[in-house]
């Protein structure tokens, strides 16, 4: 930051920002990518990639950040959620199977904690079904699949947060992950407020001209640098968190009344990036008691999202339907503290409240 700051150009699609996106290309086998402002952007630069018309279904999990509904909405597609997993928080296959119709056009998946749903299926159905795929993996930087491939290269399209509640961060960023090369061209269009500035830099037009109606979507150059030094670091932030993780895994496994939920991640081997590790209560009531009895202890834990399908803005226009995976989630979920710099005397103090 100190170096971008003397060198005096701080705007975006500067020298730290190229330095990032062709880490993450080399490094992870991205075929295109485009630092954004934060995930939320990448997310609305996805929904306008898809072209949406008035009545375009969106597919989604109900259990997701409010960025992923917020998107499509704003380009005038109705969203329409599925239910998580029985035993996570990630979406359905059979959910997104019986939703599909007609109008559908997109489906959305989260990564739950940096894990994927299962993305075989998701992809056949997509395929089968002509629809666009894109990969919310806000969480998932530096994440691996079953197979050890890095999550986020299997959807058309792909975004990762940059906040600085991610593993990675630069305070607020983001990146959206092009897989699809067809669209790579309106991508740096949307990018650059709808011109062909990104050609005008590379000296391919001798001007810029207003194409498409786009936004301001570049991460400012010195946010780029503070992640590039992040970005260098990733595998020894992503080793770091997974010791903690393991330690809570090993130490809690044994307690038969706090089962570990992970269990997906568990069976999917050593591959995810630790970004969350939680347990799943009996009830809310049991859930709630025991944040409570963090805090007596000064510790902050932590319950997730609230399912959108049951949102004050959602059943306000569409009304309620049950989702009962994604209520149970939003009920008996509670995250463990967990942070880059977590000391195993921290992890003890929590594990003493959960055991007590
Ligand atoms: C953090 C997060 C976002 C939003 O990321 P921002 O960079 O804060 O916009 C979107 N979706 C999911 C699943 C997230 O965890």
């Given at each position: 930051m100190v170096q971008a700051m003397a060198e005096g150009k701080l705007s975006g699609a500067g020298k730290y920002g190229n330095q990032c996106q062709s880490l993450?290309?080399?490094?992870?086998?991205?075929?295109?990518?485009?630092?954004?402002?934060?995930?939320?952007?990448?997310?609305?630069?996805?929904?306008?990639?898809?072209?949406?018309?008035?009545?375009?279904?969106?597919?989604?999990?109900?259990?997701?950040?409010?960025?992923?509904?917020?998107a499509f909405v704003r380009e005038g597609a109705k969203i329409v959620f599925a239910d998580s997993l029985p035993g996570h928080p990630n979406i359905d296959p059979d959910a997104i199977e019986s939703l599909i119709n007609p109008k559908t056009r997109a489906v959305v998946v989260v990564h739950y904690g940096g894990v994927e749903p299962p993305m075989e299926r998701i992809s056949a159905l997509c395929r089968t079904h002509g629809l666009l795929l894109i990969e919310d993996a806000a969480q998932s930087i530096h994440?691996?699949?079953?197979?050890?491939?890095?999550?986020?290269?299997?959807?058309?399209?792909?975004?990762?947060?940059?906040?600085?509640?991610?593993?990675l961060g630069c305070g607020e960023g983001g990146m959206l992950i092009i897989n699809n090369p067809n669209y790579n061209h309106l991508a740096e269009i949307l990018?650059?407020?709808?011109?062909?500035?990104?050609?005008?830099?590379?000296?391919?037009?001798?001007?810029?001209?207003?194409?498409?109606?786009?936004?301001?979507?570049?991460?400012?150059?010195?946010?780029?640098?503070?992640?590039?030094?992040?970005?260098?670091?990733?595998?020894?932030?992503?080793r770091r968190r997974r010791e903690a993780w393991d330690y809570y895994a090993a130490h809690l496994q044994r307690k038969e009344e706090y089962p570990i939920f992970n269990q997906q991640a568990v069976?999917?081997?050593?591959?995810?990036?630790?970004?969350?590790?939680?347990?799943?209560?009996?009830?809310?009531?049991?859930?709630?008691?025991?944040?409570?009895?963090?805090?007596?202890?000064?510790?902050?834990?932590?319950?997730?999202?609230?399912?959108?399908?049951?949102?004050?803005?959602?059943?306000t226009h569409h009304g309620y339907k049950p989702l009962p995976n994604a209520e149970k989630f939003e009920d008996c979920l509670l995250r463990l503290p967990m942070y880059n710099d977590i000391t195993r005397d921290e992890q003890d103090r929590v594990i003493e409240v959960l055991l007590a």
């Open positions: 993450m290309a080399a490094r992870y086998g991205f075929q295109k990518t485009l630092l954004t402002t934060s995930c939320s952007d990448a997310l609305e630069m996805c929904a306008m990639l898809a072209r949406l018309k008035e009545g375009d279904e969106v597919i989604m999990p109900s259990y997701t950040f409010v960025s992923t509904a917020n994440s691996r699949d079953k197979n050890g491939d890095w999550l986020g290269k299997k959807g058309d399209l792909a975004v990762v947060s940059f906040h600085d509640s991610k593993n990018w650059e407020k709808g011109t062909n500035r990104y050609d005008f830099s590379k000296g391919k037009t001798d001007k810029y001209e207003w194409l498409e109606v786009g936004s301001s979507f570049l991460l400012a150059d010195l946010n780029a640098a503070y992640l590039l030094a992040q970005l260098e670091n990733a595998e020894e932030i992503t069976t999917d081997g050593d591959n995810h990036n630790a970004h969350i590790f939680f347990i799943l209560l009996e009830n809310k009531a049991c859930r709630d008691i025991l944040i409570q009895k963090f805090k007596e202890k000064q510790i902050i834990a932590v319950s997730h999202y609230l399912a959108l399908h049951q949102s004050p803005y959602y059943t």
